[in-house]
């Protein structure tokens, strides 16, 4: 049982997790045309906070995670009205063959410890024309998490990263911040970057 899936029955409790969810969404909406034909992939899915999100803007949200747990409460969220299709795979280890038009991601990169690999995988897995909105930790000193079991990279250099994304192939880079995550011990701000195949 991973790390996640002891916590996924909690997982919503938290306030500051759907509030940056949904700040998260708010930025990808406002940089990204979402439209009704669109086929999006929520990297790292969870309990869907970010893709509930989003998909009343899209044709069809598949979510895809690597922990049981999260998929089996994110598929008590759904409704016939509301929908995220789940996959549990590792996609580092066994890619999607379906192309998707969007992916978006909250959170979850700094669980991913080949960043490069990761965002080639993206890059495949995109249609032409194909956009990345991923969010993730601004660099931190290492203290957002209490458990660090889990954790490759405490956040991200935004120059690095951009570097990474445009090796991969990726054309108008941005990254902006969308948010800041306030703790007893620290504020730590959240970065959105969006990028295009």
Not at 32 to 38: D, E, F, P, R
Not at 79 to 97: S, V
Not at 110 to 133: K, S, V, W
């Amino acid at each position: 049982m991973s790390n996640f899936d002891t916590k996924a029955d909690s997982w919503d409790k938290k306030d500051r997790r759907i509030v940056n969810a949904k700040a998260i969404a708010d930025a990808i909406k406002t940089s990204v045309t979402l439209t009704q034909k669109m086929e999006i992939l929520d990297f790292g899915v969870g309990t869907g906070l970010l893709g509930f999100e989003i998909a009343h803007d899209v044709k069809r949200i598949y979510g895809v995670d690597t922990s049981e747990g999260m998929i089996e409460n994110l598929k008590k969220k759904n409704t016939p009205q509301l929908t995220i299709i789940p996959l549990c795979q590792d996609i580092m280890d066994k890619p999607l063959t379906q192309r998707f038009d969007g992916i978006i991601s909250s959170m979850t990169l700094h669980h991913i410890e080949n960043i490069e690999l990761l965002f080639e995988r993206m890059y495949a897995l995109l249609e032409t024309n194909g956009f990345i909105a991923l969010a993730d930790l601004e660099e931190e000193n290492g203290t957002f998490h209490s458990d660090s079991s889990s954790v490759f990279h405490f956040g991200f250099n935004d120059k690095k990263l951009s570097n990474i994304a445009q090796k991969s192939g990726f054309k108008d880079i941005n990254i902006q911040t969308v948010n800041t995550i306030s703790k007893p011990h620290g504020d730590f701000k959240v970065f959105l970057l969006t990028a295009f195949k």
